[in-house]
């Protein structure tokens, strides 16, 4: 029986309660269950109409069995109802109902949206709250429809009682987190910012809140919020404890209003108005102030709703960014906490330490606190303490002091809880090539990485460590040499053996004079560990032994041995064996020439983004990781593939690139039967040329060209003078193979990798040279199966004048001595145009920019204008060129004037540029 | 803003639980399976915080049963804290020295004090004096089953 039962408590439910807690088994209990539904049915049901307090009693139950996990399929009507009941109780119990219960059902809504209505005509304040708690807790889209016009009238009414006038601002709230399209606020707007003086605190908080939110979305609107919080704010600051009654807790002046004031500061920048902005610094001065006095109880809320209101104003200190004293202060504050005995502020503290780390006036005064940090890594017994640290640690690391803190992270790493060390192995690896100054210390640090953790160590990570060892002369040989001996430990990761074998393979001639590491001790120490690997491990390994065939003739008859043998020749799986065949023939026919072409050592890697850091981000989320400025953006995400063709030069080198393909799906036969039968269209006609994204890359240099539901193709380019280089990159979308692939230029043709694995991508670089100037541009036709049918495309590539420009720096006095030698008729070219896109000054100086001349300041008398200078580079000649471009806001008109000392370059640099604006 | 808040038994039985964001019943489920697991495997004297996916995850025993509440990533977790805190006392003020029977018994009511607590996930008043002044009103409502509602009033 209840042990209290207040208010009309209802009998039969507390009986039925006791039942069910009687029930010595879930099958019991089920069955007790049953045994209700069907009665609440049957009433439900019976032809004897149902006063209000059976009905509020059988919905009860109804709730209750719902809330211990069983499905309910009926007495939603019941309950709507009770909604329309005019006794409080009952109306009240409906309400709870169908906040907890209710699903899309229109019809219902219909009618608990009419209930409603009537509920916020009443004009009685209970009633209204329980319509406004409704709408709130279900928020869907119907009711925003029905009523959000209403409730910002009921919200900023004269008339409405405080009680209401705080659950409707919460349901506005609501509602715009929902639907923000249905909640027009424009017209309230200056009467909602108001309520922030209201007289009565609940109503500041709620109104608060729902500022916040409305801030975040139009922070231009909300502009006249800010002087209002900081008067409230400084008012609530400096008041004596007493002063605000209830609203005082545990002697904390109103901390959930300060909170949140501190809060819908952080949408805005300081303050421009000297005085609010010197208000808000005593204001955060005084609650720094106050941490350090003595507390006014020994109650732990106390602490806690003091310290809450310190963190927010360390947060929004961090946020304005501009105080430097006060970053400094809230910093030691912080690092108080650091080695306080409550475990709450030691994470609180290390957590918003990461937020203070990536500020300029803060960074080193957090550094300051390294060993403390070190200590939590090693001490704390609450592992989401520790995580904290981690993530403070990572943050906090520059130059200085990568080392030792990348060495603490490993030693952390040996004992770290699980469920973080995947995370903690990707930071290590982060770190250690963002500030590796030796190599060597960068490949020591992941090796010992696979040797911790290696079950931790993604695929990106041992991918990077060979992308970057491939790419650095340096530190070839030593990677080589700590391989192997890596490799000599009896047991080791199977990760060690894919990036040994892929070393080795590459780089083993690089140990090989020494007799300890001679290349059949290689060959042998790989080989140790054939069998104990998985089947892509294997694999990697088999195109390592071809490699040493090519880098060592002496053991090739004992590789080939290993080749022919069974294990190897009729292996089940169908990777292995069509390797091993491949590559015994390879070596036993092509001559040393072909061989050492075939085998090739691997072409650097072109840089990009680090594929490790772009899973953490993954991971963490976005906005989680402070920028990681050394790493250069590709158009493209992951290319395993890299095949370097050169324009310039026909015989294409086919180097040797499967090695780090471990993944090629086995080619899905299924697909190719079907597409037999499809029609095939496969009418190689003249293709229509794509040049749609053409004009998108006159004034940048990657992006993507060219994308159908097949193949998106993908550009970065580089030119320096006359001399260009062109990455393609050929994306397959689906996830099938593209065979017989082919791409060729109305120029050169040249050969690519034919297959393009399902889902997978290839590059392609192509070498440019400008012999003279020209105005069409190159047109790339490709050509490939995909199932059965042939596909031809045509891609206009976006090679342009105006890419081998160098901008060219050059005073006022010399732009205009040398626009007057350029005076000729022919020279000039001048069109004057409508704007197509919005006029916007930052972005015509980018698109200039991006165009590739020299932007001159304080050239032209009018401000607005925008004067440039530069020179295109052929392989004959240099042609310089001025430009002058005049925007009209009024007319939305521009006028662009181009001189170079040839018309054909004049022409075409107009027609280019003009159609950017 | 808050997304949830859950009550539930050291034996990992659901009392109470409170959607502030609308979702379905199988992440719903989810949820409370995951935040039961792991809030009740916690080792005595951690902190009261924890990550949990894009969530601050805040949570505090009260004798037999744990609070706990799920916040986003920008809320004060010092102050979730102390709503669960002012939740209890409103518990403790209405039923007197509130234990889990009494929420087990008294759910209906137990959620009637959150909805005067709290509203869309944001705090609607911080004032404990007020939310009992509102919920005695109520319960006066309910002892007289046929007054109007003006004759409350005078309580409100």
Redesign the interface.
């Known amino acids: 029986?209840?042990?209290?039962?207040?208010?009309?408590?209802m009998r039969g439910l507390?009986v039925f309660?006791s039942d069910i807690?009687n029930c010595k088994s879930k099958e019991a209990e089920i069955k007790r269950i049953n045994k209700e539904l069907a009665n609440i049915r049957s009433k439900f049901k019976g032809d004897k109409a149902l006063d209000g307090y059976s009905k509020k009693k059988y919905v009860?139950k109804l709730?209750?069995i719902f809330?211990l996990?069983h499905d309910i399929d009926f007495g939603h009507m019941e309950a709507v109802n009770l909604l329309s009941s005019n006794?409080?109780?009952e109306k009240?119990?409906g309400y709870?109902f169908i906040s907890?219960l209710v699903n899309s059902n229109s019809d219902l809504i219909r009618l608990i949206n009419n209930a409603i209505k009537n509920d916020l005509a009443s004009r009685?304040?209970?009633?209204m709250n329980l319509a406004?708690?409704c709408i709130?807790?279900?928020?869907?889209r119907e009711m925003a429809e029905a009523f959000a016009s209403e409730i910002p009238r009921i919200l900023v009414a004269g008339d409405t009682?405080d009680?209401v006038k705080?659950?409707a601002a919460?349901?506005l709230?609501?509602l715009n987190?929902?639907s923000p399209d249905l909640v027009p606020m424009g017209e309230w707007t200056a009467r909602v910012v108001h309520l922030l003086n209201d007289q009565h605190?609940?109503v500041v908080?709620?109104a608060t809140?729902l500022i916040t939110t409305l801030a975040q979305k139009n922070p231009d609107d909300f502009k006249t919020s800010v002087s209002l919080a900081v008067a409230r704010l400084s008012r609530i600051v400096t008041s004596a404890s007493i002063d605000l009654?209830?609203?005082t807790?545990y002697f904390v002046a109103?901390?959930?209003?300060s909170?949140k004031l501190l809060?819908l500061l952080q949408c805005y920048p300081p303050p421009e108005d000297a005085a609010l902005r010197s208000r808000l610094t005593e204001c955060l001065e005084t609650i720094l102030n106050k941490a350090q006095e003595p507390p006014k109880s020994k109650k732990v809320?106390h602490s806690?709703?003091k310290?809450?209101v310190l963190?927010?104003a360390i947060a929004l200190i961090i946020h304005h960014d501009s105080e430097p004293t006060l970053l400094v202060r809230a910093c030691n504050q912080l690092g108080q906490f650091l080695q306080h005995r409550e475990?709450?502020l030691?994470?609180?503290a290390l957590e918003s330490m990461c937020t203070l780390a990536s500020s300029e006036f803060s960074h080193e005064a957090v550094k300051t606190h390294m060993e403390t940090v070190i200590n939590a890594l090693k001490t704390e017994?609450?592992v989401?303490?520790r995580?904290r640290a981690v993530d403070l640690l990572y943050a906090m690391c520059d130059r200085s002091n990568a080392k030792q803190i990348v060495a603490e992270m490993l030693s952390y790493l040996e004992t770290a809880d699980y469920s973080i060390r995947e995370e903690i192995v990707l930071k290590v690896a982060i770190l250690a090539e963002k500030y590796a100054v030796d190599y060597t210390w960068y490949v020591d640090t992941i090796l010992n990485l696979i040797r911790i953790a290696g079950d931790y160590v993604s695929e990106e990570v041992w991918y990077r460590v060979i992308q970057i060892v491939i790419n650095r002369d340096d530190v070839q040989g030593y990677a080589a040499k700590t391989v192997f001996e890596a490799l000599q430990a009896p047991a080791c990761h199977e990760n060690l053996v894919k990036v040994g074998g892929y070393i080795l393979g590459e780089f083993g001639n690089l140990i090989a004079g020494d007799s300890r590491s001679s290349p059949l001790v290689q060959f042998n120490l790989l080989h140790s560990k054939f069998h104990l690997c998985s089947v892509p491990t294997r694999a990697l390994l088999l195109s390592a032994y071809i490699k040493f065939i090519n880098l060592f003739p002496e053991v090739k008859a004992t590789i080939q041995d290993v080749l022919r043998s069974d294990s190897q020749l009729r292996n089940a799986d169908v990777e292995l064996q069509q390797r091993a065949v491949e590559y015994l023939r390879l070596s036993c026919i092509a001559s040393t020439d072909i061989l050492a072409t075939v085998l090739e050592e691997m072409p650097p890697f072109p840089e990009r983004e680090s594929s490790i850091l772009a899973k953490l981000k993954k991971k963490k989320?976005p906005g989680k990781l402070p920028d990681m400025d050394d790493s250069r953006r590709s158009v493209n995400g992951n290319t395993e593939h890299s095949e370097n063709t050169d324009t310039t030069n026909k015989s294409s080198t086919h180097s040797f690139t499967d090695v780090l393909n471990l993944n090629s799906a086995p080619s899905s036969g299924a697909n190719l039967l079907i597409d037999v039968f499809s029609e095939s269209s496969a009418s190689p006609a003249a293709t229509e040329v794509s040049e749609e994204n053409f004009p998108r890359f006159v004034c940048k240099n990657n992006g993507v060209i060219y994308e159908n539901q097949l193949l998106q193709i993908g550009l970065k380019s580089e030119y320096r003078q006359n001399l260009g280089r062109m990455y393609v990159f050929y994306g397959n979308k689906t996830s099938t193979q593209f065979l017989s692939f082919s791409s060729s230029l109305n120029v050169h043709p040249k050969a690519v990798d034919p297959v393009i694995e399902g889902g997978a991508q290839m590059q392609q670089i192509l070498n440019i040279e400008c012999v003279s100037d020209f105005s069409d541009a190159p047109v790339l036709n490709i050509q490939f199966r995909y199932g059965g049918a042939l596909q031809n495309i045509a891609v206009k590539l976006p090679v342009m004048l105006n890419k081998f420009f160098q901008p060219t720096e050059m005073t006022s006095q010399d732009f205009f001595q040398r626009w007057k030698q350029l005076g000729a008729p022919q020279q000039e070219v001048q069109k004057i145009f409508k704007a197509k896109h919005p006029m916007d000054t930052e972005v015509a100086k980018a698109k200039i920019l991006g165009f590739g001349v020299a932007l001159l300041d304080g050239v032209d008398p009018n401000p607005a204008n925008f004067v440039g200078a530069g020179v295109v580079h052929t392989k004959t000649t240099q042609v310089g060129c001025l430009l002058r471009l005049e925007p009209n806001m009024q007319a939305q008109m521009y006028r662009l004037t181009l001189r170079t000392s040839r018309d054909s370059v004049s022409q075409r640099l107009c027609e280019l540029l003009s159609e950017q604006f | 803003m808050m997304r949830f808040m859950l009550l539930f038994s050291r034996q990992g039985k659901l009392r109470l639980q409170k959607w502030f964001t609308s979702m379905s019943d199988r992440e719903k489920k989810k949820i409370i399976r995951d935040m039961t697991t792991m809030v009740l495997a916690r080792q005595p004297r951690s902190c009261n915080f924890m990550q949990w996916k894009d969530l601050k995850i805040v949570y505090k025993r009260y004798a037999s049963l744990y609070f706990c509440l799920g916040v986003e990533s920008q809320e004060n977790e010092l102050l979730a804290l102390e709503i669960i805190h002012r939740y209890v006392e409103l518990l403790d003020k209405y039923f007197g020295n509130v234990c889990e029977l009494d929420i087990i018994f008294n759910f209906e009511k137990a959620y009637f004090i959150l909805d005067e607590f709290l509203m869309g996930g944001e705090i609607q008043e911080t004032s404990k004096q007020i939310v009992n002044r509102s919920i005695e009103a109520s319960d006066m409502l309910q002892e007289d089953d046929s007054s109007e509602w003006y004759e409350v009033e005078l309580f409100g």
């Open positions: 029986m209840p042990a209290v039962s207040k208010g009309d408590g507390a309660i807690r009860c709730l209750f809330l996990g006794k409080y109780t009240q119990i709870l907890v009685n304040p209970t009633f406004l708690h709130a807790n279900v928020g869907s009682m009680s705080q659950s919460l349901c709230l609501r987190r929902t605190l609940g908080t709620a809140s009654q209830d609203y807790y109103a901390p959930w209003l909170v809060r809320q806690n709703a310290n809450a963190f927010e475990t709450n030691r994470y609180l017994r609450d989401s303490v995580q989320g």
